[in-house]
């Protein structure tokens, strides 16, 4: 599977953002996919992740109540809608994706910068 990540920017802070994640190639073993996030001089850390099979959701505390993750099947496209952004959500945001058959994030797309301005 191939990621393409889009939909990054710079926006103030209170504002919104919505991030898209296409995913072309073989598809129809799909885990989950996430989203991660990358801030200067931090490691990378996880945001959010769907799970394929029937739409779960997972956040990290830190964007629960701001973000949402949500898929378009027909699409084969994930979305990352941020809202009530911070100065702190400034990170290069990664997709990422899980197969069947490891149930880990081994596929990863290049990564989409959002940055947040006070």
């Known amino acids: 599977v191939q990621l393409q990540a889009s939909g990054g920017g710079l926006v103030q802070a209170g504002g919104s953002l919505r991030l898209s994640c296409a995913a072309s190639?073989?598809?129809?073993?799909?885990?989950?996919v996430g989203w991660f996030r990358q801030a200067p001089g931090k490691e990378r850390e996880f945001v959010a992740q769907?799970?394929?099979?029937?739409?779960?959701?997972y956040y990290t505390d830190s964007v629960k109540d701001r973000f949402t993750i949500s898929r378009d099947n027909a699409k084969n496209t994930v979305y990352l809608q941020m809202s009530n952004l911070k100065r702190e959500d400034t990170a290069v945001y990664y997709c990422t994706a899980a197969i069947l058959a490891f149930k880990s994030f081994d596929y990863w797309g290049q990564g989409t910068q959002v940055t947040v301005s006070s």
């Open positions: 190639g073989r598809t129809d073993n799909t885990y989950a």
């Open positions: 769907i799970m394929w099979s029937d739409g779960s959701t």
